[in-house]
Structures are given as structure tokens and as C-alpha cells.
């Protein structure tokens, strides 16, 4: 995705961005969260890596030493799904051995069908909870590749039995992740989701739930995943009206990051549209450390004006190298 194919997304709402201080007194977050944003951040840069969307079952890999943390261990994907219905919805499953985790990863937007499904901007019934509509471009984006993922996270389950669930991606990519997200936590498993890493807060228990399951060649085999599922976005947009944020927030296991110049995480900028909280603000440019991540309730409004719009769009990749580093 390219800088100037977000500005194609965001000017017909004639709004701009500039940066407005945040007033909040910094404080920064635990080490282990940090080191968690760091890693999954990687994983979402990945799913734009085609190497990895192949079809071959090897090792994850990126150009330019952009995900050293993830080249750095044992992983294997086990499948993909690339250009997928009228969304062109892509990215792989893969499992990373020694971290016992099975990763989802959804590319962001990348052609012009991702960018066809960005701007339907209109809200459909999710069923994920009573009254919850979601975004009708991303929740299709994610409807594209259902069966598939359930099917590839089933034949997972079986080999890697007690390995984390890991849902990741960067803009569109973290939106559709989100409908993944809730939608497994609504699927028949019984499956246990707790906080990763912070043990702070106690676990909640999903019960079993009467959301239609996939296709029945989809989810054959299904019952055999359990274990922890948890959800880290980077710069992902809107997704929903109120009744589905307020499902997605009460999960502490879902991560929401934001850098604070980034203006995807406000789009769109309509009516009916919630957005994830807390959210964790990236308060610098370049290299980050701990205490440069906020958790804040929401985002800093910074609708502004027009004239910094191109400085600002460039902060929607700003993830990417300031977690790239290896501490």
C-alpha cells in the first residue's frame, strides 16, 4: 500500500490531518507489551511480503530485514489465501514453533479491489452480537477467506494441539483481523482466551456460542482448537457502529495500536462509527521504546487542515520501523 493510494481514500471526505499534541502525561508500557507490539507488528508486515503468500510451506521471511524477530525463529506457513473474492481479501497462516503460536496474518490494502471494498462504507448485520453492524467492505473482506482460515486453523489444531491463536494486520488488514477476532470468539469452540502478557486482569471464559459455523468441510475437525486466541491491529480503520466496538473493547485480549499522526484509525469520519479502546498511541517518530506507547481511551482528534495531509498519511507506516528494531 502506497502512500499516495491512501490519500485516494481519504480525500473524498475533504478532510485533512495535522498533528495536535497529545495532553495526556506520558507513561509508557510494560516491557513485555512493548516486546509483544513488536513482534506482531512484524507479523503484519509479513502478510505483504508474496514470498510468503506462495504456496509453499517455508520459512516467513521479509525483504530488508523487515521482520527480524520473526526470521529469527523456527516458522513454517501452513497455508494461504491470496486475492480472494471480490475483496481480494489475502495473507497466510503460519506457526511459529518455539512461541507455540499459530499466526493469522491479513495483508492491507494492496490493489484495486481492496481498495473497491475500502469505500463501501455502508454498515451490514455482522451477527456477531445483537444490534452489531460492522463496515460492509471489511466484514465481506473477511467473509471472503472465513472458511478457509477455520479450514487451515482446524487442520492446525490438530497438529499443533495448545498453541496460541494469533490474529494480526496492518489498516485494512487490521480491520478484517478484528472481524476474525470476534467472530472466533463467537464460533462453537469452548475455547480459553486469556490476556497475553499482561496477567493483571483476570481470564474470561468464552462459552460455547449459536453463531453459524463455516461451511461443514470448513469447520470438520474445528472442536479440536482450543487455547488462547488474541488480536493485535496496527493503524486499522473503523470497523463498526457502537454495539460492535463495545463488544470488541470489553475483550482484554484485543490490542488496538495507533500511531498518533495517523489519520486511518478516524476513518471514516461518519456517523454511526465507533472506534477501539483503549487504544495504544505510538507517541514518537522513528525508533520506539516502552515508554513512547500511550495507553490512552481514545485517539487525540487530529482532523484538521489540508496542508499537512502528506506528512501526516506517511505515519500510517511509521509501525513498521518503530518497532522493527530488535531491543
Request: charged residues 15%; aromatic residues 10%; contains cysteine.
Amino acid at each position: 500500500m502506497k502512500i499516495s493510494s491512501v490519500a485516494l481514500f481519504l480525500l473524498p471526505f475533504h478532510i485533512a490531518v495535522s498533528a495536535v499534541p497529545l495532553r495526556s502525561k506520558p507513561r509508557g508500557i510494560d516491557p513485555n507489551l512493548f516486546g509483544q507490539f513488536q513482534l506482531f507488528s512484524q507479523w503484519a508486515v509479513a502478510a505483504y511480503n508474496p514470498e510468503n503468500i506462495d504456496g509453499a510451506k517455508s520459512k516467513v521471511v521479509c525483504p530488508n530485514g523487515d521482520c527480524p524477530l520473526v526470521e529469527q525463529s523456527d516458522t513454517v506457513t501452513l497455508g494461504e489465501f491470496a486475492d480472494q473474492g471480490e475483496a481480494g481479501t489475502t495473507g497466510f497462516v503460519a506457526a511459529d514453533h518455539p512461541r507455540r503460536q499459530v499466526i493469522v496474518s491479513i495483508r492491507g490494502t494492496n490493489s484495486p479491489q481492496n481498495w473497491a471494498f475500502n469505500i463501501k462504507l455502508a454498515q451490514v448485520e455482522t451477527g456477531l452480537c445483537k444490534g452489531c453492524r460492522g463496515h460492509e467492505g471489511f466484514f465481506n473482506s473477511w467473509q471472503a477467506v472465513r472458511d478457509k482460515v477455520y479450514a487451515l486453523l482446524a487442520t492446525a489444531s490438530q497438529k499443533y494441539p495448545g498453541y496460541t491463536v494469533v490474529l494480526t494486520g496492518h489498516s485494512l488488514g487490521g480491520a478484517v483481523a478484528a472481524f476474525a477476532f470476534l467472530d472466533m470468539l463467537n464460533q462453537r469452540l469452548k475455547t480459553s482466551v486469556v490476556r497475553d502478557p499482561a496477567p493483571s486482569r483476570p481470564s474470561p471464559q468464552v462459552a460455547p456460542s449459536t453463531f453459524p459455523p463455516a461451511s461443514a468441510s470448513a469447520s470438520k475437525g474445528r472442536t479440536h482448537l482450543t487455547g488462547k486466541i488474541v488480536q493485535y491491529t496496527f493503524g486499522a480503520p473503523k470497523f463498526g457502529n457502537s454495539a460492535l466496538l463495545d463488544r470488541f473493547n470489553a475483550q482484554p485480549q484485543a490490542y488496538a495500536v495507533a500511531h498518533r499522526y495517523d489519520p486511518v484509525p478516524q476513518m471514516p469520519p461518519i456517523p454511526g462509527y465507533a472506534s477501539a479502546v483503549p487504544l495504544y498511541v505510538l507517541n514518537k517518530e522513528g525508533k520506539a521504546s516502552p515508554a513512547d506507547i500511550l495507553r490512552m481511551p481514545t485517539l487525540p482528534n487530529i482532523m484538521a487542515s489540508i496542508t499537512k495531509l502528506s506528512s501526516s498519511l506517511s505515519s500510517h507506516f511509521e509501525y513498521f520501523p518503530a518497532l522493527k528494531n530488535v531491543a
